[in-house]
């Protein structure tokens, strides 16, 4: 479902969806390979004069693209790793992206505020991070901006609810809950932000999957079976009455 969302010790799904999440543990091992071989990739065809006119102009295009945030916009990215393509599958109508952020200017540059886990953020807390290392074309093969209609006072408190996420030290939500708020996933953190902030005002759909099995691994609830699970797909955030697209950017890779 996002970056860094189902990792070892998180989610399997037993579902019609074209996705094979056992055999995405079987390959976490192989992942850090793949992001490790992709970085020397970029690092060698930076000699490459070609490439290196090629990545100004991507550098002049991410440049372009953070010229147009706003507080409170919502940053979607994507990544050509296993682990992404399949977490993109968990939307229903575009599968574009598979992670997302908030963006809040402080001290005169955006910074995302996100949920993840995983190899890039092994602490599972909230975090924020600068624009440009949140969409680096290093580790990424594209982003998307997007915006809420948010009042002024109404991205205040979207914000005020983001940095307390940060400051109660808020984990990863690895059981995929929409029912607790003591651990949150991605799009969970940004779908209960927004709800809180406009007073109801906006509140996203989900998606929703039948015949659900929670396989955890360790988990000691991992023979339950429900009939029915909910959840907030990454293009639930952005395709809906309240959000509107600023900006897609690919990365040809």
Known sequence: ??????????LF???????????????VAAMVLLYSCGENSTTAAAADPAASNSNKQLL???KNSKALLQDGDLVMRSDNDFESLTLQN???SDRSYSHAGIAFKEDGKFLIY????GSENPS????????DSFVSPARKTGFGIFRYQLSATEKEKFHTVLKENISKKIPFDLTFSLRTDDSLYCSEMIYKGLKISTGERIVLPTSTLKN??????????RNVFLKKY???????????PFCKEITRVTYNQ
Request: net charge positive.
């Open 60 to 62: 002049t295009v991410i």
């Open 13 to 27: 799904f037993n579902m019609k969806k074209p996705v094979n999440l056992l055999f995405f543990l079987c390959t």
């Open 114 to 117: 996100h949920s993840m886990t």
């Open 124 to 131: 599972g807390l909230v975090r924020k991070d600068p624009f």
């Open 90 to 92: 968990f939307s229903d």
């Open 212 to 221: 659900f099995q929670p396989k955890i691994l360790g988990y000691k609830y």
């Open 1 to 10: 479902m996002y970056e860094g969302c189902l990792t070892t010790g998180s």
């Open 230 to 240: 909910e959840y907030v797909s990454l293009d639930n955030l952005y395709l809906n």
